[in-house]
């Protein structure tokens, strides 16, 4: 379990995890529905029930409980850092790879670059972030300094955005980024979901030496709402050997630098 799951009190047991998925994808659930579905008691869910409201994570009814405001979107933001979690690992220990004792690292909200915050534990570094998750990964690490950059907490993800946010990133300059995406076209240029977000990130690849997009496999041929880079003009897009080869061969031909496994080494080389 990771820091996050921690101090947020997600995932307490086995069968908390259990209640807590029923509850978010249902919208809420019934004792006795939950009683049948998990095979226990119809008193052992209204202990645990009380348990997870007392830790705020859901709400109490009448006969059953609903997600809490509070946690809600920290659920959707877990339940998508397990989607291709053996991939966005292996990118973190691509981007690592990169990074050098006494860099200035900057890292956006994204579930890869929690991954990536992962594996820079140990590190001599400093972490800008805008990511609640990350700094909850980071904080306290020997050897980090850790910057959370101020501004407005998104109401369905924990992270911050914002004027304010974008003012703290025109001061501030990195030697490295890893951005995440939602999604990347043929042409290598990157998407997000959220204008109020992409406008954040564009600002955050203008305040690094060195800009790496971090995408699974998942990620690559498709768009989303707002185009907020071009992955050519930065210095490379870091991905899992997953990626369907058309797409890889439609990506090298626009001019993107992929960097797999085999690539680590050339790419440090170019970037020194």
């Given at each position: 379990?990771?820091?996050?799951?921690?101090?947020?009190?997600?995932g307490?047991?086995?069968?908390?995890?259990?209640?807590?998925?029923v509850?978010?994808?249902?919208?809420?659930c019934?004792?006795?529905?939950?009683?049948?579905?998990?095979?226990?008691?119809?008193?052992?869910?209204r202990?645990?029930?009380?348990?997870?409201?007392?830790?705020?994570?859901?709400?109490?009814?009448?006969?059953?409980?609903?997600?809490?405001?509070?946690?809600?979107?920290?659920?959707?933001?877990?339940?998508?850092?397990?989607?291709?979690?053996?991939?966005?690992?292996?990118?973190?220990?691509?981007?690592v790879e990169?990074?050098?004792?006494?860099?200035?690292?900057?890292?956006?909200?994204?579930?890869?670059?929690?991954?990536?915050?992962?594996?820079?534990?140990?590190?001599?570094?400093?972490?800008?972030?805008?990511?609640?998750?990350?700094?909850?990964?980071?904080?306290?690490?020997?050897?980090?300094?850790?910057?959370?950059?101020?501004?407005?907490?998104?109401?369905?993800?924990?992270?911050?955005?914002?004027?304010?946010?974008?003012?703290?990133?025109?001061?501030?300059?990195?030697?490295?980024?890893?951005?995440?995406?939602?999604?990347?076209?043929?042409?290598?240029?990157?998407?997000?979901?959220?204008?109020?977000?992409?406008?954040?990130?564009?600002?955050?690849?203008?305040?690094?030496?060195?800009?790496?997009?971090?995408?699974?496999?998942?990620?690559?041929?498709?768009?989303?709402?707002?185009?907020?880079?071009?992955?050519?003009?930065?210095d490379?897009?870091?991905?899992?050997?997953?990626?369907?080869?058309?797409?890889?061969?439609?990506?090298?031909?626009?001019?993107v630098?992929?960097?797999?496994?085999?690539?680590?080494?050339?790419?440090?080389k170019?970037?020194?």
């Amino acid at each position: 379990m990771s820091t996050y799951e921690q101090s947020h009190g997600l995932g307490q047991t086995p069968r908390h995890s259990q209640i807590l998925e029923v509850i978010h994808r249902e919208g809420g659930c019934s004792v006795d529905d939950l009683a049948l579905s998990l095979g226990v008691s119809t008193m052992t869910i209204r202990r645990d029930l009380q348990e997870l409201a007392d830790a705020g994570q859901v709400l109490r009814t009448h006969g059953g409980a609903v997600p809490a405001a509070r946690v809600s979107f920290e659920f959707r933001f877990l339940k998508d850092a397990q989607q291709n979690a053996q991939a966005k690992d292996r990118i973190a220990q691509r981007a690592v790879e990169l990074v050098d004792d006494g860099d200035s690292v900057m890292l956006d909200s994204s579930t890869t670059t929690l991954a990536i915050a992962r594996r820079l534990r140990g590190m001599s570094l400093t972490v800008i972030t805008t990511s609640l998750p990350i700094a909850s990964e980071l904080y306290g690490c020997e050897g980090i300094d850790l910057i959370l950059l101020g501004g407005s907490l998104r109401s369905d993800s924990p992270d911050l955005a914002g004027p304010i946010t974008e003012a703290n990133l025109e001061s501030l300059h990195a030697k490295i980024a890893f951005i995440g995406a939602d999604g990347i076209d043929k042409e290598g240029r990157i998407y997000n979901d959220s204008p109020v977000l992409g406008r954040m990130l564009e600002k955050m690849a203008a305040s690094a030496d060195r800009v790496y997009a971090v995408a699974d496999h998942a990620k690559i041929g498709k768009s989303a709402l707002m185009r907020f880079g071009d992955i050519k003009k930065w210095d490379g897009l870091i991905t899992d050997t997953d990626i369907d080869p058309t797409w890889k061969r439609r990506l090298k031909r626009a001019g993107v630098k992929l960097i797999q496994p085999q690539d680590i080494q050339k790419a440090r080389k170019t970037t020194a």
